[in-house]
């Protein structure tokens, strides 16, 4: 075996076997990245939309408490309650696991 030119069999079952287990371990996790990324910068698009909003039913005293507005493929679900001394804003949507997420913020009337 001195004289060995190449790789055996061995080796190449060795070689095989760590990029599999490396194919098959990375590619999930990139995968779970890219959803847990999308969904971080989808909540913080709404969350701001909904602030924006909130703003102008403080602002302009607008008295349409829900509207709909779209977001990608999504439909948003904007509500606003009056409760004792501020307005409560309120979004619901669909995010990119299927999942139903509410957010709200809290705004003080002028």
Sequence with gaps: MKNSKGFTLIEVLAAFSITTMLIITVLPLS???K???QLL???LAIV???YDELQRHIWYED???SLY???KKEQ???TFNPTNDYLQGCVEWINVKKK???SCLYGYPI
């Design 31 to 33: 995968i779970q990245i």
């Design 35 to 37: 959803t847990e990324q």
């Design 41 to 43: 910068a989808d909540r």
């Design 48 to 50: 701001t939309m909904l």
């Design 63 to 65: 008295t349409n408490l």
């Design 69 to 71: 507005k779209p977001y």
């Design 76 to 78: 948003l679900a904007f």
């Design 100 to 102: 139903k997420e509410k």
